[in-house]
């Protein structure tokens, strides 16, 4: 498919499945604007899309902080000449008993994971409907937004959120022509499967590498997820081939959640 003279908007670009994207939907022929915390390799990642002869704008801001992130995306997208497609790709797992969780670490994860979804539907948006743009807006789902997994609860939780907002969010917006949609990947071998299986290690005593080797051999096509296989499909959703999709959060998975 072509994304000749697109722009997209990615946030949490700077690794794993938001910067496979980025590269991805650039070399589909989309001008990128990326967005992360981490300045430095966020930076590093729009110079590899600029290397695939693509125009991309770095942005160093926080999806949890509505104004930061509005308007430096406004801003950026104003710059490049408009906004097509906006991936709401930006997340952060957390592992822990549903019993020991504080106030602090849900109303965290639900800035980002959730708020920072929000943020991002209602700056795409508006951007769309002041340029008169039938946009796409694709937000990171999960498996564990279709399955409560043990020591996932909160974050599953957030995951289930997206999907709701994923269906509510096309329903109000399919008057303007925008499509809202959601990818929800099973294992894919990031920095956040680091993290996770770590984290289940020192509270189940499993050895390192146990949980991770677990939840693979679980997988129907019997290899981890690659950023790769997501981005492939978010690709799909950028695209012409999936204008009459919306409001789903669609398993990309291997074969490990059935819905
Ligand atoms: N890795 C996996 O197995 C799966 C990941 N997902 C989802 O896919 C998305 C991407 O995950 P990965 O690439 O694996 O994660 P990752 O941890 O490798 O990368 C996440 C990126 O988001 C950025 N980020 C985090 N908080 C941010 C904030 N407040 N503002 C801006 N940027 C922020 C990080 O700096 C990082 O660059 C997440 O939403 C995650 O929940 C869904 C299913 C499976
Ligand atoms: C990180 C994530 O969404 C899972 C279920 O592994």
Redesign the pocket.
């Known amino acids: 498919m072509s994304l000749s003279g697109k722009i997209a908007a990615v ?2 670009a ?5 910067k496979a994207i980025a590269l991805r939907l650039a070399r589909e022929g989309a001008d990128i604007i990326l ?4 300045q430095e390799t966020v930076q590093q990642a729009a110079k590899e899309v600029e290397a695939l002869g693509r125009r991309a704008i770095a942005l160093t ?4 902080n509505r104004d930061e992130f509005q308007k430096t995306l406004k801003e950026a997208s104003s710059q490049l000449g408009g906004l097509d497609i906006m991936v709401n ?5 957390q592992v822990k008993p549903i019993l020991d969780v504080t106030q602090e670490e849900v109303e965290k994860i639900y800035r ?2 959730v708020q ?1 979804v929000i943020w991002g539907i209602q700056a795409a948006a508006n951007i769309f409907k002041e340029t008169g743009k039938k946009g796409k807006i694709i937000n ?1 789902c ?3 937004g279709h399955e409560g997994f043990p020591l996932l609860g909160i974050y599953s939780s957030t995951k289930f959120a997206v999907r709701a907002l994923t269906q509510s969010a096309a329903k109000e917006l399919a008057a303007f022509g925008i499509t809202v949609n959601s990818y929800c ?4 071998g ?4 680091v993290e996770i299986d770590k984290r289940m290690s020192e509270i189940t005593g499993a050895e390192l590498g146990a949980t991770y080797k677990k939840y693979v051999e679980g997988i129907a096509l019997g290899r981890v997820e690659t ?1 790769d296989d997501v981005a492939g499909f978010v690709a799909f959703l950028s695209g012409k081939d999936s204008d009459y999709i919306t409001g789903q959060s669609i398993l990309i998975d291997g074969g490990l959640v059935y819905r």
């Open positions: 946030t949490g700077a690794q794993g499945i938001g967005l992360d915390v981490k801001a926080d999806i949890s790709n930006a997340g952060i797992c980002i994971n920072g990171a999960s498996i564990a990947p099973g294992i894919v990031t920095d956040m499967w950023a």
